[in-house]
């Protein structure tokens, strides 16, 4: 039995590979399995869907009548599949076989195809600019580079969930660095994949938090207005749909620009933007073109869209204001958080960077970053928009409500909300750093997923941070302990 369409709300995404099992008469039956976000499956179209919890049950979590139809016809084909790797992998999945992450390889099997996906991955971000189809520019370490040293460890034997070690969870989602800091000390750390202290790996869309950072130094600057359009700026986006947006709405993804999610079907805008910015090879018509020439789907402002176009903007308008190369401004905010190491960012089809995904750095210097904002030195207006818990259009997104209530989205960052008050990045594959605002405390996660995103390690990573982060607020407080249970 097979599910010709998706309940409602739910989130489909195409697939340019069979996923699924074929039996008889070439009919395919989907990959169905209960996640922590809610049902997942893949329809007759070859599309991988999720149906989130939220929009199956009521208030009181009981689930609603008019929702059964549909989650009996999709559970019904749990007992007629089971999970295939797709050849190639689309942006959003699940249940991949481990196997194929630890298959051996040689380097000259590697092709622009393959590259981002196991077993090739793990090599390729870590070595990105011998990668990036369009090169790579130095970001420059510190002048005055940290100190750091051993503080009072974090066991990683102790259990993490179900009888899991934390140790074990790392291992479960193919991380590759680990790093706890907090006051420059190192608390754990951990490296496998090949990966060791002094390697830099590619951030992806993590990197958009430094962006959002150099952002909000030019604004505290008065170099940026946020409130002034995109076109008062750069005089070539006059008349176009991201011109007429604020550098405020280009920060918090609300430009009115589409989503750019289906990455791996050829001729799709996000493929075609990936060749752009040098994650897939092909005939590329500029970068700074691609931008201008996207229509909205939105008015400014009006709803939250995640896009590459949009952060790779902010470095267009960055470099506009002060004259410098982007590289040089990357290079003073890793001089600000005292890198050990040096950096790079990955260069675009009109020798400009993006910031939107192409920041490779070690996982020290993340954690580095990440505890420099946890500290309270980023600027100030950043602080100002990543913590507004009143910029609720991420939650009104499909995609946004998958991670959770209340998480918010501002300057290129996401926000757990005031009683957390964590603050964090969040990139493919597995790059998630959070900076814990109430000890000022960071963990960073260097991760090789099968796909851009996997949202059941996903879950597990965002949980073994917030249980080392309570750890840890605990050690400075232990009257956190009483009547509470973390």
Known sequence: MLVDQEPPVAYCEQSNRPIGTTISGGLRVAV?????????????NNRICIMPFRSITNANGEIMKNRLSGIVAITACLFVSRPVLADTPSAFGSGFDV???????????ITPGNMQFWPYGKYVSAHWDDYGLHGTAQIRRSSKPAILEAGEPFDLNAEFKDGQSF?????????????????????????????NVEDTNLLQSASKTFAGVITNQLVDQGLL?????????????????????TVQQVLDMTSGLPTLLDLHTPGAPGQLWEVEIGLQSGKTKGHRAAIKN???????????????????????LAEQVTGKKYPQLLSELFDAFGANYDGSIALTSDGTTSPSYGISISARDYALFHQWIAEGKAPGSFYASATDTGKTKFSENEIGALLGKGITYGSQTYYMGKEEDILYSSGSFGQL????????????????????????????????????IRVLRVREDPRLLRGRTF
């Open 32 to 44: 169905v399995y209960l996640g922590f976000q809610g049902l997942h499956w893949t329809d007759r």
């Open 99 to 109: 196997q194929d992450f630890y298959k051996p390889f040689t380097l000259d099997e």
């Open 167 to 195: 140790i074990e969870s790392l291992q479960a989602t193919q991380v590759k660095g680990f790093v706890v800091m907090k006051d420059n000390k190192i608390l754990a750390e951990f490296y496998d994949n090949g990966f």
């Open 225 to 245: 207005d946020p409130n002034v359009t995109v076109e008062t700026y750069l005089e070539d986006f006059k008349g176009t749909d991201i011109g007429a947006a």
């Open 294 to 316: 996207t229509p909205a789907v939105a008015e400014p402002g009006e709803v939250y869209n995640y896009t590459d176009k949009n952060t790779d903007t902010l470095a267009l």
């Open 433 to 468: 750093g959070y900076s814990d605002m109430k000890t000022g405390a960071s963990v960073v996660f260097l991760q090789d997923w099968a796909v851009n995103a996997e949202l059941d390690k996903f879950f597990d990573t965002r949980d073994r941070a917030l249980r080392i």
